[in-house]
C-alpha cells in the first residue's frame, strides 16, 4: 500500500528544538510516512521498522545517501558510514584493528584530568558555566585529538573543520554551508596527508599511526585511508559533543534523576544509555531503497530515499515502556541512539566512556547544578540530524 503523507519540517527551529511532538503525529498518521516537505522522503519511525531496516543493508543501501559525491575529490572515497558490504567489512575491518576496547579503556585517566579541569569553575558557589562551550564541545576533540596524536595547537581548528562539515551536508545545508564545509574538507586534506607521510616516516603510537600500520597490505588506498581519518576526527567529536550536552539539559530537568545518581554512583553507566535514547544526539540516518521492497506493509520503491528517525524510534511506546519519561535506572540498552546492524558506531564505547566520565566530574563538583535561566529558550543548531542546544549555561 501506499504511504500516508506528512509535512515535516526538518529547517523549522521549532523541530529542530523539540522533534518529539511532531514524532507523537507521524505515529498516527501511519507506520511509514512520506514527507513531502522532503523531497518525498520516506520516513521509518518505528523501533521495530527502524532495526528492520538497518539490518537490511542488502535492500537500504548506506552508499551515498547525503550526496557525498558533492564533496572534493579526495571525499568522495567510502567509508563505513556510506558503504555496504564488501567494501564496508574491508573498511571496518582496518579500522576495528587500530581502534580496540582496550584503546579506548586506557583513556579513563586522562579523561578524568581534563574533564575535572573542565568543570573546575563550578566549584564556586553560583557559577555559570555553558555547559556546551566548556565541557560538551572540549572534552571530546581533545580526547580523540590526543587519540589522534595532534598538537594541542591544532585542536581549535579540529573543531571547526569538524563542525563546518556537519553543517554542509549536501541538499540539507544552504550555499555558505557548503562552502565552509568544501573549504574545511580542503584544509582537513592538507593536514591528514601531511601526518599520514610524517607516521610513515617515524612510526607513532597514535590513533593515525595504528591505523596506518594495521593498513599494512594496503587493504584501503590512499584516498580511503585519508577519508578514514575524517571520519575518525567528526564521528569522534560531533556526536559525542550531542550526548554530553543532551544528558546535561535531561540531568538539569529532572534534579529527581540527578539526585538518585549523587546518591549512586553506579547509575551512571544506565544514564549514559538513558540519555542516549532519552534525546537521541544523532535524530537520523539515511538509507537508499535497492530495489522494490517493503516496510510493515507500505510499498517503498528502488531509489526512494529513508529518513530512519532513530529519535522516534527511541521515544517508540511499543518498545519502551512510558517512553517520555527519563529513568536513569531505567534496564535494558535496545535504543538505537548508536545505530544497528552492521553499521552500529564503532566509537560507541569511547562515546560512553566519555559521557559517564562528563557526568561523574560534573556532578562531584556541582551536584545540584542547575539551569542558569530556566525560562529561557534553548537554541539548537542548523542541523536536524545533529541534535543539541548551541549554548546550556548552567549554575551551581
Known amino acids: 500500500m501506499p504511504a500516508a503523507e506528512f509535512a515535516l519540517d526538518i529547517f523549522d527551529p521549532d523541530v529542530r528544538r523539540d522533534p518529539y511532538p511532531w514524532y507523537e503525529k507521524l505515529r498516527a498518521t501511519g507506520a511509514v510516512v512520506r514527507n513531502p516537505s522532503l523531497f518525498g522522503t520516506l520516513m521509518v519511525h518505528r523501533h521495530a521498522d527502524a532495526t528492520a531496516v538497518l539490518k537490511d543493508h542488502d535492500a537500504f543501501s548506506s552508499a551515498d545517501p547525503m550526496g557525498m559525491q558533492d564533496r572534493p575529490d579526495a571525499f568522495r572515497a567510502p567509508t563505513m558510514l556510506t558503504s555496504d558490504p564488501p567494501v564496508h567489512t574491508r573498511l571496518r575491518g582496518v579500522l576495528s584493528r587500530a581502534f580496540t576496547p582496550r584503546t579506548v579503556a586506557g583513556l579513563e585517566p586522562r579523561l578524568r584530568e581534563i574533564a575535572r579541569d573542565l568543570v573546575a569553575p563550578l566549584a564556586t558557589g553560583g557559577a555559570v558555566l555553558d555547559a556546551c562551550e566548556a565541557l560538551a564541545a572540549p572534552l571530546p576533540v581533545i580526547a580523540i585529538a590526543e587519540l589522534m596524536g595532534v598538537s594541542p595547537a591544532d585542536r581549535d581548528s579540529f573543531r571547526r573543520w569538524s563542525d563546518?562539515?556537519?553543517?554542509?551536508?549536501?541538499?540539507?545545508?544552504?550555499?555558505?554551508?557548503?562552502a565552509r564545509a568544501k573549504a574545511a574538507a580542503e584544509e582537513l586534506r592538507a593536514y591528514f596527508t601531511s601526518e599520514i607521510a610524517r607516521r610513515r616516516s617515524s612510526a607513532a603510537d597514535d590513533l593515525v599511526g595504528r591505523l596506518i600500520a594495521a593498513n599494512e597490505g594496503q587493504v584501503l588506498d590512499e584516498p580511503e585511508l585519508l577519508a578514514s581519518c575524517v571520519l575518525l576526527l567528526v564521528a569522534g567529536n560531533e556526536t559525542?559533543?550531542?550526548?554530553?550536552?543532551?544528558?546535561?539539559l535531561a540531568l538539569a530537568r529532572h534534579p529527581d534523576q540527578r539526585r538518585l545518581i549523587t546518591a549512586d554512583p553506579s547509575l551512571i553507566a544506565s544514564a549514559v544509555?538513558?540519555?542516549v535514547r532519552y534525546d537521541s544526539p544523532v535524530q537520523a540516518t539515511i538509507r537508499i531503497c535497492t530495489r522494490p521492497t517493503d516496510v510493515a506493509?507500505?510499498?517503498?520503491?528502488?531509489?526512494?530515499?529513508?529518513f530512519v528517525l532513530l529519535g522516534a524510534a527511541n521515544r517508540d511506546p511499543a518498545e519502551f515502556p512510558d517512553a517520555d519519561r527519563f529513568d536513569v535506572a531505567r534496564t535494558g540498552t535496545g535504543h538505537v541512539g548508536f545505530g544497528h546492524g552492521i553499521h552500529f558506531c564503532l566509537g560507541a564505547g569511547l562515546a560512553r566512556l566519555e559521557a559517564r566520565v562528563a557526568c561523574g566530574e560534573l556532578l562531584a563538583v556541582a551536584p545540584g547544578y542547575r539551569l542558569a535561566d530556566a525560562e529561557a529558550p534553548l537554541e539548537y543548531g542548523p542541523s536536524f540530524i545533529f541534535h543539541r542546544p548551541t549554548r546550556l549555561p548552567i549554575a551551581s
Open 164 to 178: 563546518d562539515l556537519i553543517g554542509g551536508t549536501p541538499e540539507l545545508a544552504g550555499p555558505e554551508a557548503l
Open 240 to 248: 559525542t559533543t550531542n550526548l554530553i550536552a543532551n544528558m546535561t
Open 273 to 275: 544509555e538513558e540519555a
Open 297 to 306: 506493509g507500505v510499498d517503498v520503491a528502488a531509489g526512494d530515499r529513508v
